[in-house]
Every structure is written in C-alpha cells, then in structure tokens.
C-alpha cells in the first residue's frame, strides 16, 4: 500500500497551516492518500476515494513515512517531512470515519497541483506559469536560432523493387534571424545531422546567389542535440572513431568557435525557448497543409485522403517538394505578414550588427 509518489507529493501538499493535525479521524498519511488519488487521471469522486480507503486493507503504522521511528528507504526523502512527526498512539492508518472529511480534504489541494496531474505541464503553464516577454533585439544579424524540424508532410523518396514508392517525412534545418524572424537559409534533408547544420550556417554566412541575407552573428541560439554539439560545430571530436579534418587546427576549433560566435544552448524540453519553433508552426499552417501528402503532426490530424494520396502517386517526390519549397515557401514566408512588417522589409530597414561577410 506504500505509494513511492507520497512521499514526493508531500513537499507540495504540505504547508505550514496543514503541519497541524487538524483531523480527528484521518492521520498524515491518510490524507497524502486522498490527494494521490483524486489528482489520478479520472477524477475520482470524494465518494468513491472514501469507500475505497475504508474497505482497503490496514495500512501499518511501522511502515509509515510520518513515523519518527521509521527509517528512510533508498528512494524515500525522510527531510521532506522534517516537521510533519506523527504523534498518534496507533497500530493501523487512521482513516476518515465520515465523506465529509475526504470533501475537506479534497478542497484544501491546491488548484495549481490539480491541474498538473489531470492535464499535464504545457497546460499547468498556459494557466499558471509566469513567462516574461522576450526582449527583441534591436539590430539583425546580431543573434541566430537554429533548430530541426521534420516536417508535416510525406513525400516520395526512391521506388522499390516492385515498382511502389518508399515514402518518409522530410526534415529541415534552418536558421532565422532574432530581430526580424526572416528565414536566412535553409537545408532540407530526411536524416538531419551536423552536416545539415555547417551547410545552413554556411550559406546564411556567405553570398549566395538564390539569398538576398548573409553575415556573421554574435551568438547561436541552439538547442542541446548531438548535432549540435558535434566536432563539426564546436570543436574536437566526440569519440576517437570520429576522424578530424584535413586541416587540424579549424577542426580542432570548430566552425562556431573559429569565427568568434558565442554559442547559447536552449533549456531542454523547453520549446518555447527557441523563437524558431512558431516558425515551424507559421510555414505548415500557411503553406504545406495544403498540400497533397500533408500528415499533421499526431494521428488525429491526419486527412482521410492520405492512404489514397499515397496509393496514387499524388504526393510530391522529395526533390519535387524541395523546388516547391526553395519556389514558393521561402520566398512567401519572408515576405508574409498579417499585420506586422514582413521578415524582409524588417531585416532590410533594421541596422546590421555588423557588415562583415565571409568569404
């Protein structure tokens, strides 16, 4: 009957006021069981938790966390409940001789922790989770976000032996601009790596025929994936079976670091950390839903045409969707806007950090 859970749940169930044991008939960890069961997926009715504590088997005060003369297991925090000391003089868990209890009990659990566990940490966020606004910079090319993204789309790639087509989700690597979210460069690819990442920063950096944007920033804004962190992008090597390159010293320096740019790394499992990934969500909204071979991003977004979509040979080939996209959604998206200036017209009319390009 020891839940591993209660004695974590305790440090955000208790507070100073609950310390005092206000309840007659129900003791410390009895009502830590109510609380575990009404935040369970479900919510359970106070009826229910209340018919299910009394009819359980008796809960034994020597393996209570609450007893003083109880000992820590290796998974347990004992100083979670430093103050909370059960002082009963009793063999068994105290259970609620009434519903009413259960009801008090129920109402004293904070709304916050409610939400948590019935609707998870992106919904306990949006109600209750101050996030400050981002300070915009003020000048372009001054810092970049960089990210993959596999995209909502299933494209053709290469045909089988039987004369049917192998299909898969495309990824892109791409890197915007802070100050103006313009869509420096890009690469498309179906397995993204560190190779994608060099060839996206290249071209942002240099003059290239089919971009009008190029520089050097001061900082990277990156996530912490393997490709990220790999020899190619920030210096030596992550394994002896990974070789250097032919010039020792760039390599041993890497590209970012070669070329003087501070590298930030975004917290991880924190999306909206990363201002590209609205991005992501802006160009499969706008322009590839609705396109033939869209997908959706879960199941339940996916259209019913699609197996027949795919039966058919109607969806585009992987370098059919790459021309569509160098075509018509990198131009268009640098170009969008609802009611703000474009991306363009703002990288355009906002001073440059700095003038220098690469060669």
Not at 321 to 337: G, L, Q, R, V, W
Request: hydrophobic residues 30%; proline residues 7%; neutral net charge.
């Amino acid at each position: 009957m020891k839940d591993k859970s209660l004695s974590l749940l305790s440090d955000h169930v208790l507070n100073q006021e609950d310390i005092v044991d206000r309840y007659r008939t129900c003791c410390y960890y009895c009502r830590d069981l109510i609380t575990v069961m009404k935040c369970k997926p479900g919510k359970i009715s106070g009826a229910k938790i209340f018919r299910d504590i009394t009819s359980m088997k008796p809960f034994p005060c020597s393996r209570c966390p609450y007893n003083p003369d109880v000992k820590a297991g290796p998974h347990e925090k004992k100083d979670c409940i430093p103050e909370a000391t059960c002082k009963r003089k009793s063999e068994y868990m105290v259970v609620p001789n009434n519903v009413d209890v259960v009801w008090t009990i129920i109402k004293r659990i904070p709304e916050q922790q409610k939400v948590m566990e019935w609707e998870g940490v992106r919904s306990w966020a949006n109600q209750f989770h101050f996030t400050p606004a981002r300070e915009k910079s003020s000048v372009t090319i001054e810092c970049w976000f960089s990210d993959h993204k596999q995209l909502d789309i299933i494209v053709r790639t290469k045909k089988k032996k039987d004369g049917t087509w192998e299909t898969a989700r495309p990824w892109i690597t791409g890197i915007i601009d802070c100050a103006s979210n313009v869509l420096i460069s890009y690469v498309l690819s179906l397995n993204p790596n560190s190779d994608c990442i060099a060839e996206a920063f290249a071209r942002a950096c240099a003059f290239t025929v089919d971009t009008p944007y190029s520089g050097l920033p001061q900082y990277f804004y990156i996530d912490n994936g393997k490709d990220y962190r790999s020899s190619k992008m920030k210096g030596l090597p992550n394994s002896e079976s990974e070789p250097l390159y032919l010039n020792k010293d760039f390599a041993e320096s890497g590209i970012l670091s070669w070329y003087g740019v501070k590298v930030i790394h975004a917290l991880p499992y924190r999306g909206c950390s990363k201002t590209i990934e609205s991005i992501w969500g802006t160009i499969d909204d706008e322009w590839i839903r609705p396109l033939p071979g869209y997908c959706g991003c879960s199941p339940d977004q996916r259209p019913y045409i699609l197996k027949q979509q795919i039966r058919d040979d109607e969806i585009y080939t992987f370098e059919q969707f790459a021309d569509y996209f160098a075509d018509t959604i990198y131009p268009e998206y640098n170009k969008f806007s609802v009611t703000n200036p474009s991306p363009d017209s703002l990288y355009h009319s906002l001073p440059k950090a700095d003038t220098f390009v690469p060669s």
